[in-house]
């Protein structure tokens, strides 16, 4: 009943706000331009003049330019189209369609984002369905797009996958008048990956709208967006298979009893097989199928309030409502049961299937003012209905089967510059006792000097953990788990940034970190990597994160060198040789390291706007967190390091008018060091037991149409 009204009240608002607005024409004042002005988008029509209707002002087409299309989003942020060549853009020419610094991708495209640091007051503060690696990609609802465009605006983006597939993200917006736009978009892939049990696919559809009245005091915004994200996973290679990876195409000749045969000189026989140079042939522990699916509807309501003087059009406080329905189900389906992930129960195949229902109610008071700045009032209500299914076996364990929580809460936030400094405060208060959150984050920025920027931050938050972390049921019998007693984690961060406009910016963060809840890989030494066991862990003993970041960029004539450096420390009580005892929790590279150098050009008489180069990327050794498949999770292991291996891609990016053209040689440095040396082991890993991906050229395409 619920999604039924919801379904009506949206195409409801859609079908009322198709009604064009209807604009007089004044006859002595229609007339046909000879000479039509080319405006920066090169958009081509004759020039009407209109009698604009109270409070919305139409500008010639001949007067737009590409700063009035543009991009809104639920948390404030405006961004304009852009179709700039650049290395920004360089960095963020992905699946994600983000910077990978802190990232590290798994051999298949969409298949999984291993972390090399973190920021643990970039997430949400209601706790979420888990699956948290399907949902790298997912689109919620700050990252869904409103737009304002005065003609039809159409995004194309396009990259080549490894097999059998590509990737395409469009986006098409309309406006049917200068009240109301909407916008259609979807994200499809499908990519077959070089180790078995390995394809990609996903379909990702989202629609959105965006009216305002005559006399912008209201506004509405509207969108709807349904998601299947899947893949076949492997669980990684086997043991046997890290050592065929690592050594092709040169084995070690073994007897019968396994080994080593030496020759007359008593040096170990080589032999030279390049089978497993293709990537399919090593064996790999399962062959699974993980799924997420969602569906979200939301609306929210805009309307302005209090006039600064009598018969103003600008407003000091707005008043709102928003909802947000949203379902979610993730499955993991195994036809071929084996002991990976150790005994299950009286069932042939193994298919667990998890659901969210969440809804979201939000009335929230925006007031801006001189005299007291900008402050926002928010109070929420959720309700989240968590369920694992019903099983038709009888399980030796009795555990609650699902999770129905209602919770209150209040948010405030306020800025307004203060003796010089730019202040931001914001607090979050959770009403209810269960799965509650609280936080608190003050942020002051300032010009110290003519070209120096100083920024200085502290942010608490305590907060609860995934659902899964609580409460989960599977057909495996070490996956059922209730943990009723944990406690909310605590985070207390403490900033420091300095912003040059020359020199680069220097940042440094220091956690403090409580009651830390993650996966932990708890399978006996003996079984490791021929079996899985994942419990929830929490640690009673304090954590340090410590994280320093230098970003800089040269520019000398035609040739960019840029470079981005972090540092990373953690302290916690365990020393690495002990055995019993808490494990190590929270592993990051020491060391993590980017640097490109690139030249920027032009050739036909500057038709032709190009960028060229090479970036490297480095990080130390360290215990990577390792996926779990059935989870869809990544999980704290202390046994196997990956790392201290350089990384080089080079890249060739062009811009022709508003088409950009992407090229890049990934991990060219594989070949290159295999040619130097024929003997050099293939040790480059996205985790443990994951290879990263071998050299490949990969190409694409961002086309930007104005008509």
């Known amino acids: 009943m619920r999604i039924n009204f919801v379904i009506l009240l949206f195409f409801t608002h859609f079908i009322w706000c198709q009604q064009e607005l209807i604009i007089e024409k004044d006859p002595d004042k229609v007339e046909e331009s000879k000479n039509i002005k080319k405006d920066s988008l090169n958009i081509l029509e004759k020039k009407r003049k209109k009698k604009k209707p109270s409070g919305i002002f139409i500008k010639p087409m001949s007067d737009v330019t590409i700063d009035d299309y543009k991009i809104m989003y639920l948390d404030g942020r405006e961004e304009l189209v852009d179709t700039s060549l650049s290395l920004e853009r360089e960095y963020s020419f992905n699946f994600l369609r983000k910077d990978y610094f802190e990232f590290l991708v798994f051999p298949n495209m969409g298949e999984a984002f291993n972390k090399l640091g973190y920021d643990f007051h970039d997430q949400f503060f209601t706790p979420q369905m888990g699956a948290r690696v399907k949902h790298f990609s997912y689109f919620e609802k700050s990252d869904v797009p409103y737009y304002e465009v005065p003609s039809a605006y159409t995004e194309l983006f396009f ?15 309309i406006n049917t008048s200068p009240n109301f736009n909407i916008a259609v978009s979807f994200r499809g892939f499908r990519s077959l990956g070089k180790y078995s049990s390995s394809l990609g696919r996903s379909r990702q559809f989202r629609i959105s709208s965006q009216y305002r009245s005559n006399n912008d005091r209201y506004r509405m915004r509207l969108h709807q967006a349904t998601q299947s994200l899947e893949n076949q996973v492997n669980g990684g290679l086997t043991n046997d298979s890290v050592y065929f990876f690592e050594n092709a195409p040169n084995y070690v000749e073994a007897d019968e009893t396994g080994e080593p045969v030496l020759d007359e000189n008593g040096n170990e026989k080589i032999v030279f097989y390049d089978g497993f140079l293709d990537r399919n042939r090593l064996p790999t522990q399962i062959r699974a199928d993980n799924i997420l699916q969602g569906k979200r509807y939301f609306m929210e309501h805009n309307y302005k309030i209090i006039p600064f003087q009598k018969d103003s059009s600008a407003y000091k406080a707005s008043i709102g409502y928003s909802s947000s329905l949203e379902n979610k189900t993730y499955n993991f389906i195994q036809n ?46 959720h309700n989240w209905k968590y369920d694992n299914g019903y099983n038709d076996y009888t399980k030796d364990t009795i555990l609650s089967n699902s999770l129905n929580i209602n919770r209150i809460a209040s948010k405030v936030t306020w800025d307004k510059k203060l003796f010089g400094f730019s202040t931001k405060l914001m607090a979050y208060k959770s009403l209810n006792k269960d799965f509650s959150t609280d936080a608190f984050t003050v942020n002051l920025s300032r010009k110290i000097f003519e070209d120096f920027n100083l920024e200085a931050s ?11 972390s609580y409460l989960l049921e599977s057909d495996f019998k070490e996956y059922n788990w209730e943990n009723k007693n944990l406690l909310n984690q605590h985070f207390r961060t403490r900033s420091v940034a300095l912003f040059h406009n020359n020199w680069g910016s220097l940042k440094g963060e220091w956690t403090l970190i409580n009651n830390y809840i993650f996966f932990y890989n708890n399978t006996p030494l003996p079984s490791f990597n021929e079996k899985f066991k994942t419990v929830v862990f929490q640690t009673d003993e304090s954590i340090d994160y410590m994280k ?46 980017r640097s490109t150098f690139m030249l920027t ?27 779990n498949p059935l989870l869809s999770e990544f999980v704290t292991q202390n046994n196997t390091k990956i790392g201290n291996y350089p990384r080089v891609d080079v890249f060739f990016n062009a811009k022709i008018q508003s088409s950009r053209i992407f090229l890049k040689l990934e991990n060219v440095s594989a070949p290159i060091k295999h040619l130097i040396n024929i003997n050099a082991p293939y040790n480059y890993y996205s985790g443990p037991f994951v290879p990263y991906r071998d050299f490949s050229v990969r190409f694409g395409l961002i086309w930007n149409f104005f008509d």
Do not use: M
């Not at 071929?336 to 042939?348: A, C, L, Q, S």
């Not at 035609?558 to 020393?575: E, G």
């Not at 040789?577 to 190590?584: H, R, S, T, V, Y």
């Open 159 to 173: 990259k080549s996958t490894f097999e059998q597939g590509q990737f395409l993200d469009s986006s098409l917006a």
């Open 336 to 381: 071929r049961p084996n002991i990976y992930f150790f005994e299950k129960y009286d069932t042939p195949n193994v298919n667990d299937s998890t659901t969210l229902k969440s809804l979201e109610n939000k009335l929230f008071l925006h007031i801006s003012d001189a005299s007291i700045g900008n402050i926002k009032f928010d109070l929420y209500h």
């Open 548 to 593: 320093i970041r230098f970003d800089q960029r040269f520019d000398f004539g035609n040739f960019t060198w840029a470079n981005n450096i972090q540092y990373q420390k953690v302290n916690q009580q365990k020393k690495i040789d002990e055995i019993l005892g808490d494990p190590l929790a929270l592993n990051v590279p020491e060391w993590l390291i």
């Open 601 to 627: 050009s032009s050739i036909f008489n500057n038709s032709l706007f190009f960028q060229t180069g090479a970036t490297f990327f480095y990080f130390t050794e360290f215990y990577a967190d390792q996926f």
């Open 458 to 468: 502290y942010k608490y938050r305590s907060q609860p953990l995934d659902f899964n």
